[in-house]
């Protein structure tokens, strides 16, 4: 299956990031190589760009897709929060940008083989980087009932989180719950028929929740925001497109302890703590796709973009 993933607030985002032709930059979610391809195109024979990706499916297409840009281009198969260790291990200290385009890419959405979707029946795996072992029929099968509640109330923000927990059990039990297709009906049969009409698929918020568990999303972010600011240059920008509240709340606040980390009761005359401010937040509010973007492709509608500059 071809790689296939629209890169979402393309302009917005390589224009935040304020190229230099010389400088270095890090794509911390590759993908098929979309914002990269951009980012290249506006570097001189001086200027770098690192792409970071888990998927070997995304690492291949990038890589076909940035040729034409040599070896200013240099593509490792890792998570963005090893960017230190990765940019360490090709002698890099400080670059001029990094920017991330959380969630699932597209070509992983459409692959059904890949288990991510709720829309048809596949094995289910979920995993971003398929050399993991677990995956997220582990997780149905294996969390007791009460952190299946957790992580489904959490990272799904379901209302009925406990029934779909309790429902999923009691499947189990007679049988393994193996595909997207039964653990889409389990989750149907688990919400009041009046309630499936509202709001979308009735399964889309339980998938999340297990994919965000599996691949640890929120918390690869909420620990990578700091080092990544550490690693920029005076006046390197931070950009990072989200696509759920979730992703949004830990960057927004990320970037506003980074701006003021002052620890300082209120009524403090002067700063005892010592935190001394990384830099500024450019976007008090955040950047959103266009009404013809979203047109042009429905799953940008819920992006936001928040930009963070060092100091």
């Known amino acids: 299956m071809i790689f296939e993933h629209r890169p979402v607030l393309l302009g917005?985002?390589?224009?935040?990031?304020?190229?230099?032709?010389?400088?270095?930059?890090?794509?911390?979610?590759?993908?098929?190589?979309?914002?990269?391809?951009?980012?290249?195109?506006?570097?001189?024979?001086?200027?770098?760009?690192?792409?970071?990706?888990?998927?070997?499916?995304a690492i291949q297409a990038a890589a076909e897709r940035l040729s034409p840009y040599g070896d200013r281009v240099t593509i490792v198969r890792s998570n963005y929060e090893q960017i230190a260790q990765v940019l360490g291990d090709l002698g890099i200290r400080k670059v001029d940008g990094i920017y991330l385009d959380?969630?699932?890419?597209?070509?992983?959405?459409?692959?059904?083989?890949?288990?991510?979707?709720?829309?048809?029946?596949?094995?289910?795996?979920?995993?971003?980087?398929?050399?993991?072992?677990?995956?997220?029929?582990?997780?149905?099968?294996e969390y007791d009932e009460s952190e299946l509640y957790r992580i489904i109330r959490d990272y799904g923000e379901e209302r009925f989180a406990k029934n779909i927990a309790r429902q999923i059990v009691r499947q189990r039990q007679e049988k393994p719950v193996e595909t997207t297709g039964e653990l889409s009906e389990i989750i149907k049969s688990a919400i009041p028929m009046k309630m499936r009409a509202t709001g979308g698929h009735p399964a889309k918020r339980t998938f999340q929740a297990i994919r965000i568990e599996l691949n640890r999303e929120l918390d690869v972010l909420n620990r990578s925001i700091d080092v990544m600011i550490e690693l920029l240059n005076p006046d390197g920008r931070l950009s990072i497109i989200t696509f759920h509240s979730l992703e949004d709340r830990i960057v927004k606040n990320r970037f506003r302890e980074n701006e003021n980390p002052c620890q300082c009761p209120p009524d403090f005359p002067v700063c005892m703590c010592g935190r001394v401010s990384k830099g500024k937040v450019i976007t008090r509010r955040p950047i959103v796709p266009t009404e013809e973007e979203i047109e042009e492709n429905k799953r940008c509608k819920s992006s936001k973009l928040r930009v963070f500059e060092r100091s």
């Open 102 to 141: 959380l969630g699932v890419s597209s070509h992983q959405f459409d692959d059904a083989a890949r288990g991510f979707s709720y829309r048809e029946d596949a094995p289910l795996d979920m995993r971003m980087d398929q050399r993991q072992s677990q995956t997220a029929a582990d997780i149905v099968n």
């Open 12 to 57: 917005e985002t390589v224009d935040s990031l304020r190229i230099k032709p010389d400088g270095i930059y890090v794509d911390g979610t590759l993908g098929g190589g979309g914002h990269a391809s951009e980012v290249c195109r506006r570097l001189g024979e001086k200027g770098r760009l690192i792409g970071i990706d888990q998927d070997g499916e």
